[in-house]
């Protein structure tokens, strides 16, 4: 049973904006870090973005000012608004969970930013 779903990856011009969503499970979200990370390709899988349980946010200096991490605990659902995208944007975005000593991942959703 999946715990994370993503969605929201599209393609778009550079200067625009998307929101990807990630929703987990009830019993997830209520305790777990949450975060967004992103590979290129033929890079490595980095983070972007991650809020803690109590709302507390942290970000890549590659995206900070441009990116918004945001979680709805009535939807069990945390976001990624993404403004003013580069093409450097490009990637496939992960959602991440993590608790205890455990991690979980959802299956990627591709964000592409070109003209």
């Known amino acids: 049973q999946a715990q994370l779903v993503e969605s929201g990856g599209d393609w778009v011009q550079p200067g625009g904006s998307l929101r990807l969503s990630c929703a987990a499970s009830?019993?997830?979200?209520?305790?777990?870090?949450m975060g967004w990370y992103r590979q290129a390709p033929g890079k490595q899988r980095v983070l972007v973005a991650g809020?803690?349980?109590?709302?507390?946010?942290n970000y890549s200096d590659s995206v900070k000012g441009r990116f918004t991490i945001s979680r709805d605990g009535a939807k069990n659902t945390v976001y990624l608004q993404m403004n003013s995208l580069k093409p450097e944007d490009t990637a496939v975005y992960y959602c991440?969970?993590?608790?205890?000593?455990?991690?979980?991942w959802g299956q990627g959703t591709q964000v592409t930013v070109s003209s």
């Open positions: 809020i803690s349980s109590g709302g507390t946010t």
């Open positions: 009830r019993s997830l979200f209520r305790f777990a870090a």
């Open positions: 991440n969970a993590y608790l205890g000593s455990s991690q979980y």
